[in-house]
């Protein structure tokens, strides 16, 4: 079937360009495929975006309101591909900003969004504006995980609905399942060679690992990192993966591997830096720091008034509150035995037990860092001049703790415990 689409250049129409996408139904008629063609959507140069935009910003502010947008909308409608027309008004009815800026206006109606955008705008087989994404029946198994996954981690149903016309489970979610398979094994490793799997740290034996940080072997750097592998005992291995698994797989599914792991490391790096800034003479272990800078970015960008009330009821799925829930159980037990170890007598004085400051640290970056990289389902992050301010914070935050680490030290005349 073959459909012309008129394009608009300055205050003339030109003729109508033909554009054949094939669609192919299967046997069952349960799955859509979609074959682009060579020829392209109609794309207005962003020039041209730009005179259609100020005209509706007689103000020279910057933004539109949804309002005006959507009246653009319906006013050039028809020099629009339908599909892409019924999806960019989706987005104004959907948009909670209640504005739309300048960049995104060109970005979107050039069709420079994603690779998803463009298959979203070319599968006629489902409309945005039609029922919604949870009320679809016929779904395979794989369909369904998805879907629940949508649910759980995007708060606006437009984004769903691209999320599960483009995922496809390749790449898997590798990176946290990679990172709790290693740490699982260094755990059962260092569990036989103490003979214990309760209070490892009690050991004797358990700081002489090249793995934990120490304040006396904070020259070798990859310490700040590789103190994620060792743990203090079962209990505390035990509740990283929960939360670990519980929230970091579904995030990696939706925002990808990159991004998850950004958020990951930059808590695991902030934590044992904020114990060698703050806790000055305590080693560190576990995971705590790259899982609470996961656990604590998204739960502000689904309860916190960073999101708004219409996202977080919007975000209906079965086992929402639950996995919320639990998720914060396990934060506040997690972080209350931290706490308790830290004072509690240590076994091999002077030599204190580890910190809890890690934990705070992933908080931090969290709350700043993470939750600009998860905010905004699929937007490039070099884009958005919010992360880039955060970024620089967080880089300077690091260069200081590192000259902190080299003078600090030996200024203060901290005693610190012997090296293990």
Not at 90 to 112: E, H, P, R, T, W
Not at 140 to 148: I, P
Request: charged share 15%.
């Amino acid at each position: 079937m073959e459909k012309s689409s008129p394009k608009m250049t300055g205050g003339t129409r030109e003729a109508p360009v033909n554009i054949s996408p094939a669609v192919a139904a299967n046997a069952e008629g349960e799955e859509i495929e979609v074959l682009e063609s060579t020829d392209v959507l109609p794309v207005a140069p962003e020039d041209q975006w730009k005179s259609l935009f100020d005209k509706y910003d007689p103000e020279n502010s910057g933004f539109i309101s949804t309002e005006r947008f959507r009246d653009l909308l319906e006013t050039h409608g028809s020099e629009l591909d339908p599909h892409k027309l019924e999806i960019l008004l989706a987005l104004a009815d959907g948009n909670a900003d209640g504005k739309i800026c300048y960049q995104d206006f060109v970005n979107l109606m050039s069709n420079k969004r994603s690779n998803s955008f463009r298959r979203a705008i070319l599968q006629g087989s489902r409309q945005l504006k039609g029922c919604s994404l949870r009320d679809e029946v016929g779904l395979g198994l794989s369909q369904r995980l998805v879907r629940h996954v949508a649910y759980e981690t995007l708060p606006r149903e437009v984004d769903r609905k691209w999320y599960f016309d483009s995922y496809t489970y390749c790449p898997p979610p590798w990176f946290i399942l990679a990172i709790t398979i290693a740490e699982v094994a260094v755990f059962m490793y260092y569990g036989l060679q103490l003979d214990r799997l309760v209070l490892q740290v009690s050991s004797p034996s358990f700081l002489k690992s090249p793995l934990p940080y120490h304040p006396q072997l904070r020259a070798q750097a990859w310490r700040y990192l590789s103190y994620i592998f060792m743990h203090t005992g079962i209990e505390h291995l035990s509740l990283n993966m929960a939360m670990q698994l519980l929230v970091g797989v579904p995030l990696e599914m939706v925002h990808g591997a990159l991004r998850i792991g950004l958020v990951y490391v930059c808590g695991v790096l902030a934590g044992s830096l904020a114990v060698s800034v703050t806790d000055m003479t305590a080693p560190v272990v576990g995971s705590s720091g790259g899982v609470y800078a996961l656990v604590s970015a998204h739960l502000a960008n689904v309860v916190m008034p960073a999101a708004s009330l219409k996202n977080w009821s919007g975000m209906k799925c079965q086992f929402k509150l639950f996995r919320m829930a639990m998720a914060l159980v396990c934060m506040s037990v997690e972080f209350g035995r931290a706490v308790w170890l830290r004072f509690y007598p240590p076994a091999f004085p002077p030599c204190p037990n580890p910190s809890f400051v890690a934990h705070l640290g992933g908080v931090v970056v969290g709350l700043t860092l993470g939750v600009v990289v998860l905010q905004n389902y699929e937007q490039r992050l070099q884009e958005q001049s919010l992360f880039w301010i955060f970024f620089c914070v967080y880089t300077l935050f690091v260069l200081c703790a590192v000259f902190w680490n080299i003078f600090a030290y030996s200024l203060l005349d901290v005693r610190l415990p012997p090296p293990p």
